[in-house]
């Protein structure tokens, strides 16, 4: 039997109900797992592990770092993870340590619910039980499981608040779909070296979302001198307003002078952001900005963090953040 580490850091699958709602309470979570899921010993030898207890709002860069670190530990012990997430954020999660996991080869699921598993009908045990199941196959690299299908984790995105079917993948195929059989499309990449982790994010950066009427009054007034980065929510295939008072190439021209990363991604979740269409979209690439290309907004964002970590050097890092690095962008 393959051995499991069940990593527990929160969310909606380990919560319980309280009143119209549903809240953390770690003493009847405990109960919770082994009453309603007890055959999950069937599939894998399974160890948990709580390794912080919040809902996933709560979590940033720290409570990556610790879970990165916690797979790092455990690697040689196990054959595969999973973690129980909550759903707000775990795309980001995903996202990061997709970029933090270096020449991963063992499977790391992350998986949760939209309903409690101790509430009667709940997604939680079917999530759970084709997570273990995919823990155990040879797949190497970041996952999420819901639904019945497997996403790359740094390609998913949260789409639905109250569906069961909570993710998409919308720019790239699940990598397995589970029905009566588990149909895998994935293909593993060529692991080169020895597992290792590649921890640490920096914040400098936002996410601006561009809109009808933005006021670039409150832009070109913005302290910028401690910000590294922008993510730049663009419309379409990369389009700003760029006419009148709410022309924002000045703005970009400020950030541009004052060493700020602009990277643009578009506010559509499907296709790749293509700068070179339209006028609009050629103003911004001449703003000196580059692009997300098909990337997510949780991958863009993480990638971003990841890199003004690793690097000091502004050309460096854009040039990096335009290559595939963990399968997160179509080349
Ligand atoms: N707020 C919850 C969380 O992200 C939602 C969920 O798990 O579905 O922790």
């Given at each position: 039997?393959?051995?499991?580490?069940?990593?527990?850091?929160?969310?909606?699958?380990?919560?319980?109900?309280?009143?119209?709602?549903?809240?953390?309470?770690?003493?009847?979570?405990?109960?919770?797992?082994?009453?309603?899921?007890?055959?999950?010993?069937?599939?894998?030898?399974?160890?948990?592990?709580?390794?912080?207890?919040?809902?996933?709002?709560?979590?940033?860069?720290?409570?990556?770092?610790?879970?990165?670190?916690?797979?790092?530990?455990?690697?040689?012990?196990?054959?595969?993870?999973?973690?129980?997430?909550?759903?707000?954020?775990?795309?980001?999660?995903?996202?990061?340590?997709?970029?933090?996991?270096?020449?991963?080869?063992?499977?790391?699921?992350?998986?949760?619910?939209?309903?409690?598993?101790?509430?009667?009908?709940?997604?939680?045990?079917?999530?759970?039980?084709?997570?273990?199941?995919?823990?155990?196959?040879?797949?190497?690299?970041?996952?999420?499981?819901?639904?019945?299908?497997?996403?790359?984790?740094?390609?998913?995105?949260?789409?639905?608040?109250?569906?069961?079917?909570?993710?998409?993948?919308?720019?790239?195929?699940?990598?397995?779909?589970?029905?009566?059989?588990?149909?895998?499309?994935?293909?593993?990449?060529?692991?080169?070296?020895?597992?290792?982790?590649?921890?640490?994010?920096?914040?400098?950066?936002?996410?601006?979302?561009?809109?009808?009427?933005?006021?670039?009054?409150?832009?070109?007034?913005?302290?910028?001198?401690?910000?590294?980065?922008?993510?730049?929510?663009?419309?379409?295939?990369?389009?700003?307003?760029?006419?009148?008072?709410?022309?924002?190439?000045?703005?970009?021209?400020?950030?541009?002078?004052?060493?700020?990363i602009?990277s643009?991604?578009?506010?559509?979740?499907?296709?790749?952001?293509?700068?070179?269409?339209?006028?609009?979209?050629?103003?911004?690439?001449?703003?000196?900005?580059i692009?997300c290309?098909?990337?997510?907004?949780?991958?863009s964002?993480?990638k971003m963090?990841?890199l003004?970590?690793?690097?000091?050097?502004?050309?460096?890092i854009e040039t990096a953040f335009t290559k595939?690095?963990?399968?997160?962008?179509?080349?």
């Amino acid at each position: 039997m393959k051995n499991i580490l069940l990593i527990q850091t929160g969310g909606t699958i380990a919560m319980s109900a309280k009143g119209d709602g549903v809240e953390l309470d770690p003493v009847a979570w405990s109960k919770t797992l082994k009453e309603r899921a007890p055959q999950l010993g069937e599939l894998a030898e399974i160890h948990t592990f709580p390794l912080f207890f919040e809902d996933s709002s709560d979590l940033n860069h720290t409570h990556w770092i610790r879970l990165a670190e916690c797979i790092h530990n455990y690697y040689e012990e196990y054959d595969g993870f999973v973690i129980l997430h909550g759903t707000d954020t775990m795309a980001f999660t995903a996202s990061a340590l997709s970029f933090s996991l270096k020449n991963l080869a063992k499977p790391v699921i992350f998986t949760g619910s939209q309903v409690p598993l101790a509430s009667i009908r709940s997604d939680a045990r079917r999530n759970l039980i084709n997570s273990i199941e995919m823990a155990t196959k040879d797949l190497r690299e970041v996952a999420i499981c819901f639904n019945d299908h497997v996403y790359r984790g740094n390609r998913a995105t949260k789409l639905s608040i109250g569906d069961f079917d909570a993710f998409g993948s919308p720019n790239f195929d699940p990598l397995a779909v589970i029905g009566l059989e588990i149909k895998s499309h994935y293909m593993n990449p060529p692991v080169s070296g020895r597992f290792e982790i590649q921890t640490g994010f920096s914040n400098e950066l936002v996410v601006l979302t561009v809109f009808p009427s933005l006021n670039t009054d409150f832009l070109m007034k913005m302290d910028i001198s401690k910000l590294r980065a922008i993510i730049v929510r663009s419309f379409g295939s990369g389009n700003i307003p760029t006419k009148g008072d709410f022309n924002l190439l000045p703005f970009m021209k400020r950030c541009r002078e004052q060493g700020v990363i602009l990277s643009v991604i578009s506010q559509a979740d499907h296709d790749a952001v293509k700068l070179s269409t339209y006028p609009a979209g050629r103003a911004v690439l001449k703003a000196g900005a580059i692009s997300c290309g098909d990337m997510t907004l949780e991958a863009s964002l993480t990638k971003m963090m990841w890199l003004l970590h690793q690097y000091e050097d502004k050309a460096t890092i854009e040039t990096a953040f335009t290559k595939n690095l963990a399968g997160e962008l179509t080349p």
